[in-house]
């Protein structure tokens, strides 16, 4: 079976210096906050070019926290793609607020600057809800388009958050995700293009007064200590033995994005002319979390079925956007509908994609992929 994610090569690669910092985290006992933790987020921060990072429990709690320091509540709109994992909806309920649901580029499934602001003009229109901010998303490790979502905040007077669960350590116009926006946030959870191994997350700004607040709000909103609590928190720390674990991986993270983007040209090379492969705007650099094509809707389930026979898996990212699930069926839609998220969730799948997916198990899917193809066309 070839591996989706291939995360046993990349342990093997760093075991003995993993093993080392674990060791070193043991023998200091310093497990919640720990230096390493410390360590971290300076090295996060230089990494991304900004001047401060807080880590924090996860990428779902980065969000949350990030909300409850810009004060939303009830009563607040936040405008999020459908298109996307939960957490970024979610995060916006857990505060009372509204999510408001946008449409998606079709050829990058990122949030779409046009439908942006149709919704925040069609909320403002309403006038049942005031409109607060956006939370765009990085999606399959491609930058959100910044600089068009930006104007769009910046004309209604809204803040933008960069949700770079999967987009971390992308480039966007020789800036690096986790640079932009009022806030960015990633996830470490193992799968991410930057893993630990266990849940982990973090939080970048360039703003000195948020660290003290994030600081606070992700120890149950602690002041001076912990039995003095100023404001409403959270229990949000990352541990020190996965910030050891991380700091690690760090050190080979630009060697394992320039892997996959040596994969994904490879994959584009050769699947270019059978399917609609991913679209990588100038100036922009994938992380790619996912390697995913788009092929006609009743082709798909199809193929996935003639790979899983050839041991090759697959996965849809995301078969039932946000929108149309019941729990958030609820939330308000611009325009009612989202015609690009409708089409693209039928036509979407996502191949093993990973640093260490070598050429001949490179070879074999796509090999796999025209057999498939191959036989469509006879059959046809």
Not at 186 to 212: H, M, Q, R, W
């Amino acid at each position: 079976m070839i591996p989706f994610i291939d995360l046993a090569t990349q342990q093997a690669r760093i075991k003995p210096e993993v093993d080392a910092a674990i060791a070193r985290v043991l023998e200091h006992g310093q497990y919640i906050l720990g230096p390493e933790v410390r360590e971290l987020e300076k090295q996060l921060a230089e990494f991304c070019g900004v001047k401060f990072c807080v880590t924090c429990s996860d990428g779902t709690d980065a969000m949350a926290l990030c909300l409850m320091r810009l004060g939303v509540r009830p009563g607040d709109a936040v405008f999020v793609p459908s298109f996307t994992f939960v957490s970024t909806a979610e995060v916006v309920c857990w505060l009372g607020a509204t999510p408001y649901f946008v449409d998606i580029d079709p050829r990058t499934y990122n949030m779409c600057p046009q439908s942006l602001r149709a919704a925040i003009l069609e909320c403002k229109k309403n006038k049942s809800l005031t409109p607060r901010g956006i939370i765009a998303v990085d999606l399959f490790g491609l930058p959100a388009d910044f600089d068009a979502l930006d104007d769009v905040a910046r004309k209604y007077g809204l803040w933008l958050m960069m949700d770079s669960a999967q987009g971390f350590g992308g480039r966007y116009n020789n800036r690096t995700t986790g640079a932009m926006g009022r806030f960015a946030t990633t996830s470490f959870f193992p799968a991410k293009p930057l893993g630990c191994y266990g849940d982990g997350g973090a939080i970048f700004t360039n703003d000195e007064s948020d660290v003290e607040i994030l600081h606070s709000l992700r120890v149950h909103g602690q002041g001076k200590d912990k039995y003095d609590n100023v404001r409403i928190g959270m229990t949000g720390r990352l541990d020190t033995i996965q910030a050891a674990i991380l700091l690690e991986k760090l050190k080979i993270f630009p060697d394992e994005i320039n892997a996959r983007n040596r994969i994904a040209a490879r994959y584009t090379a050769a699947l270019k002319d059978i399917v609609t492969t991913p679209f990588v705007p100038d100036d922009y650099i994938s992380t790619w979390a996912q390697y995913t094509i788009a092929l006609p809707g009743e082709m798909r389930a199809p193929l996935q079925e003639h790979l899983k026979t050839a041991d090759i898996p697959t996965a849809i990212y995301y078969p039932r956007p946000l929108h149309r699930q019941e729990v958030y069926s609820k939330y308000p839609v611009v325009g009612g509908s989202l015609p690009n998220t409708k089409t693209v969730m039928h036509q979407v799948l996502s191949l093993p994609m990973h640093p260490y997916l070598d050429e001949e198990m490179q070879d074999k899917i796509v090999a796999e992929v025209y057999e498939y193809f191959g036989k469509v066309s006879t059959a046809a």
